[in-house]
């Protein structure tokens, strides 16, 4: 069995961490961090966090929805996908139609890189999912509501593979869909799960409205 270093994303603190590993998988986390604010133990999140890691439903390539389908891409093919399905929106209902949810637990060159991709675009509607401590994170980068997200015609999930399942996906459900029939999002990094409805993208996801849980 071998040590391997590695850095926890969990949270924005980015802490270093050692992780021992059996061939190519890993066993768990050692206990030691060499550098972070639990000393050098690392916090509850990290120390089961590598379950994540080779979770049998973890997303490990790009996957797009082809006739029904999810079927695996580059990432060139499918950033050009999602990159066609946000014009497409952005020209038949306007910048203001795009709305982006990110987490609070992102690094702040992460969310200076969302707030670019925000102001590219063409909009201000851009939410972060959060847990009540996060509150001060998040209160000077989140500037839409569950409101702005439903009303969206197009809705780009930037999330980690553990953001969701520390917050409530019930943020991010929604029960009516008045615009169902023109809605779309574009889903990364995620899986859906049958609780809530979603929307769909057009060439990507044509299920019905679901909410979401990251796909470890």
Same mark, same amino acid.
């Given at each position: 069995m071998d040590t391997r270093e590695? /850095?926890?994303?969990? +949270?924005?603190? *980015? +802490?270093d961490i050692a992780f021992r590993v059996k061939g190519e998988a890993v066993v768990g986390p050692e206990f030691l961090s060499t550098d972070g604010p639990s #000393?050098? @133990? %690392? +916090?509850?999140? *990290?120390l089961y966090g590598s379950e994540l890691l080779s979770h &049998?439903?973890? =997303?490990?390539? &790009?996957l797009i929805r082809r006739? *029904? %389908?999810?079927?695996?891409? $580059?990432?060139?093919? !499918?950033?050009?996908? %999602? #990159?066609?399905?946000? @014009?497409n929106v952005v020209e038949e209902y306007g910048p203001g139609a795009v709305a982006i949810v990110t987490e609070a637990t992102r690094s702040s060159e992460e969310l200076e890189a969302v707030a670019l991709l925000a102001r590219s675009i063409g909009t201000g509607a851009v939410s972060c999912v959060f847990e009540p401590q996060d509150w001060p994170l998040v209160a @000077?980068? $989140? $500037?839409? *509501? =569950?409101? $702005?997200i439903q009303e !969206?015609? +197009?809705?780009i999930v930037l999330v980690t593979c553990s953001s969701l399942i520390r917050s409530s996906p019930k943020r991010l459900s929604t029960r009516n869909t008045p615009r169902e029939a023109t809605a779309s999002s574009s889903l990364i990094r995620g899986r859906a799960t049958p609780r809530g409805t979603r929307a769909n993208m057009s #060439?990507?996801? /044509?299920e019905p409205r679901r909410s979401y849980l990251p796909a470890f």
């Open positions: 590695s /850095r926890c994303l969990l +949270c924005s603190l *980015g +802490c #000393g050098t @133990r %690392v +916090c509850a999140r *990290g &049998p439903q973890r =997303v490990a390539t &790009p006739d *029904g %389908v999810l079927r695996e891409s $580059s990432w060139d093919a !499918a950033i050009d996908t %999602v #990159g066609a399905a946000i @014009r @000077r980068e $989140s $500037s839409a *509501g =569950v409101a $702005s !969206a015609n +197009c809705v #060439g990507i996801d /044509r």
